[in-house]
């Protein structure tokens, strides 16, 4: 079975009562932001932007609240040499933890061919998008894994009960594989035919950001 995506680690400890923190997306951005306020007074940018990303990734191990309350904080109470140390074991944490639209096309591939195969991660997908919710949600993480069988074998229940409402020529036409596109069944399908509605250059853009017409 794969490794989830969602299975990283959220914390590393360092070995001075201090802990590491992935960032939301949203803090990330704050961070960015913020340090370029700090780098508007003279400092250099990088400086500035590894200060205010540690501003926000930096916590105490029992507490866990921020050690210190900003960027300037940061630059005030650590050295460069200290703060570029500190935001290099983050980067390389977060990249190994925190894998984002910015992976390479072969390393997304590699992971939807692992998700292809990893029957436990698609069930959870299909019970969270049928009932809107986010892995990171308290109502998802408080999940069991006999809720998501429960979820999953109702949803069996009602679409066999839907099918039992179906004449016998309906209900052998609604079990029979079809194209989501053009309704042409399965046994139709020539060898090697592609999925017609994959867009690999849509897909692409959408991952850059791009938006497209």
Known sequence: MALSILAGRDRMALDNGFDLRLLSALEVLQARRESLELAGDGREQALCSNACLLARALEGTEDRLPV????????????????????????????????????????LKKVMEDLRGDSGERL?????????????????????GRDYLWCLTNTILDREEELERLCPDCRARAMEERCVLCGRPAREWGEGMQNASFDPARFEALKEGVGLD
């Open 68 to 107: 210190f309350s900003d960027g300037r904080a940061v630059l005030a109470g650590l050295t460069a040499a200290e703060i570029a140390s500190l935001a290099a074991r983050w980067s390389a944490f977060s990249r190994e933890n925190d894998p984002g639209l910015e992976l390479a096309r072969e390393e």
């Open 124 to 144: 959870r997908w299909r019970v969270l998008k049928q009932f809107g919710a986010l892995p990171t949600e308290g109502r998802a993480e408080a999940m069991k």
